[in-house]
T-cell receptor, first 114, second 114 residues
Framework: KAGVTQTPRYLIKTRGQQVTLSCSPI?????VSWYQQTPGQGLQFLFEYFSETQRNKGNFPGRFSGRQFSNSRSEMNVSTLELGDSALYLCASNPTGGPGETQYFGPGTRLLVL | AQTVTQSQPEMSVQEAETVTLSCTYDTSESDYYLFWYKQPPSRQMILVIR??????QNATENRFSVNFQKAAKSFSLKISDSQLGDAAMYFC???????????FGTGTRLTIIP
């Protein structure tokens, strides 16, 4: 099976712009989670989607949003970008998001906000 | 809130030797999962090993094993016969049924010395 894919891999934006990141989970996986990774804060949970519904959400401002499509592909959107949004954004999928399921991570999208 | 602490930002080990990475966590829950994830320089995170809290037996995966001390809330990772390919950031992570999200530690960067 193909692994989790994320596009684009690298992105440069300026403050105030908005950005959309895409994640295609492993075939058959219905749960997709998003994480932000920065040197200062480490890995932080953004949100999780299952069957097109957001099931869990981390402590991020409303500028961070996401959605999931019927084919389980997910997008994450960040509006009004700030310098502090520069990070590696990781997407992970697993079959049902059940307790203790292994998360399969994508390679990440590195976002640089100038 | 649950927290995961990795007190060793960096560790190094001679090739073929054994190294132990530390992780402690704070929780009031009795049922949860613990994970070690590895993030090599290529950035794709992969699962190394996982432990169910209700299991007293320490998990083992080939050269990787854990020392799970539930009362002490400690979950260390032992890597035996270290190989150059083990060089990576290692993240300890916690999952429980209450908030249903993975909480990560800040990571330990492991260097293998040839």
């Amino acid at each position: 099976k193909a692994g989790v894919t994320q596009t684009p891999r690298y992105l440069i934006k300026t403050r105030g712009q908005q950005v959309t990141l895409s994640c295609s989970p492993i075939s058959g996986h219905r749960s997709v989670s998003w994480y932000q990774q920065t040197p200062g804060q480490g890995l932080q949970f953004l949100f999780e989607y299952f069957s097109e519904t957001q099931r869990n959400k981390g402590n991020f401002p409303g500028r961070f949003s996401g959605r999931q499509f019927s084919n389980s592909r997910s997008e994450m959107n960040v509006s009004t970008l700030e310098l502090g949004d520069s990070a590696l954004y990781l997407c992970a999928s697993n079959p049902t998001g059940g307790p203790g399921e292994t998360q399969y991570f994508g390679p990440g999208t590195r976002l640089l906000v100038l | 809130a649950q927290t995961v602490t990795q007190s060793q930002p960096e560790m190094s080990v001679q090739e073929a030797e054994t190294v132990t990475l530390s992780c402690t966590y704070d929780t009031s829950e009795s049922d949860y999962y613990l994970f070690w994830y590895k993030q090599p320089p290529s950035r794709q995170m992969i699962l190394v090993i996982r432990q169910e809290a209700y299991k007293q037996q320490n998990a083992t995966e080939n050269r990787f094993s854990v020392n799970f001390q539930k009362a002490a809330k400690s979950f260390s990772l032992k890597i035996s016969d270290s190989q150059l390919g083990d060089a990576a950031m290692y993240f300890c992570a916690y999952f429980n049924f209450g908030n249903e999200k993975l909480t990560f530690g800040t990571g330990t960067r492991l260097t293998i010395i040839p």
